[in-house]
C-alpha cells in the first residue's frame, strides 16, 4: 500500500510546469494550437508561443493553529492533523520531493524550510509552543507571500470555514493549493460515542442532544455548508479535502489524487 500511494503521490502532485518562455516564427510541422493569433496579426507573419518546463517548487503544508483545534474535551482533530503531516512528509521523501511548511497564528508564523528528511516534520510539530489564532479571525493566506516561494504544491491545513478569498485566489495563481479541512464527527454529526457526558451540559450548548430531528436538520445543514465551501474553494482555483476522524486520512487522499490524474 506504500508504495501504491507514493507512485499515485507522485503521479498526482509531481511533474513539471509548463511556463511560457517566448515567441518564434512558425515553421512546417509545427502543432497549429500555439499558434499566437493576435501576435501574428499584429507582427504580418504565423507566430508560435514557446514554451518550457520548469522543475516544481518544494511540497509545503501550511498549519492554521487555530483555538478550536485545541478544544479542551476533543483532540481528535490534533489526531487526524498529526496523521496528515506524517502521511504527506512521508509521500513527499519517498517520492523524491523536498518537505517543509509554515505554521501560522494570529500575529507571527514560522517558515519551515522544505528539504528531503524527516527534520521538517519534527519541527514543524513546534506548533503548540505558541498560543493558537483566534477563531474570531479571518484566515488568510497572505503570510505565503513574504517568504518569496518558488512555486510549490501548498497543503493547507485548517479547521476554518471562514477564509481571505482574496489571498486564497493569489496564492492559486503560482502555486498549486490543496485545502485539508479538519473537523470533528460531532462536529459534523452531534453524534459522539461519549453522548452521556454531554447530556448534562445540553442546556450550555443550546441543543437537546435526545431530539433526533434537530440532529437530522443539523447534519444536513452542515452537509450543505461544506459542499458550498468546496465550490467556492474549487471557484478560487482550490482543491479541497474533508476529514474527521471517522474517515481514512489515507484512502481520502488516495482518491484525491486519482481526481487530480484525469
Known sequence: ??????????????????????????????????????T??????VVMRR?????????????????????????????VLNEVLELVSTASIGSGESFGGIIIWDDSSEFIPAQKSMLA??????????????????????????????????????????IDEQSFRLAAIKHDIVYVHISSYFENTLEWK????????????????DDENIKKTYKAERENQLKNFSRRLK?????????DEKKSVF????????????
Open 251 to 262: 484512502a481520502e487522499f488516495l482518491y484525491l489524487m486519482k481526481r487530480r490524474e484525469r
Open 1 to 38: 500500500m506504500n508504495g501504491l500511494f507514493a507512485w499515485n503521490f507522485k503521479a498526482a502532485f509531481a511533474g513539471k510546469w509548463i511556463e511560457f518562455q517566448d515567441f518564434r516564427e512558425y515553421t512546417s510541422g509545427d502543432d497549429a494550437k500555439y499558434i499566437d493569433w493576435l
Open 51 to 79: 514554451y518550457r518546463e520548469e522543475k516544481q517548487g518544494d511540497i509545503l503544508c501550511v498549519l492554521d493553529m487555530t483555538e478550536s483545534l485545541y478544544f479542551e474535551w476533543n483532540e481528535v482533530k490534533m489526531e
Open 194 to 209: 461519549w453522548m452521556s457526558h454531554l447530556r448534562g451540559r445540553s442546556k450550555s450548548l443550546a441543543i437537546d442532544l
Open 235 to 243: 471557484q478560487l482555483g482550490v482543491d479541497s479535502i474533508f476529514l
Open 40 to 45: 501574428s496579426s499584429r507582427e504580418g507573419t
Open 121 to 162: 516534520l519534527y519541527k514543524l510539530r513546534k506548533y503548540k509552543e505558541v498560543p493558537p489564532r483566534s477563531i474570531k479571525s479571518v484566515w488568510t493566506l497572505k503570510n505565503l507571500t513574504k517568504y518569496n516561494l518558488k512555486r510549490s504544491i501548498v497543503f493547507v491545513i485548517s479547521d476554518s470555514l471562514h
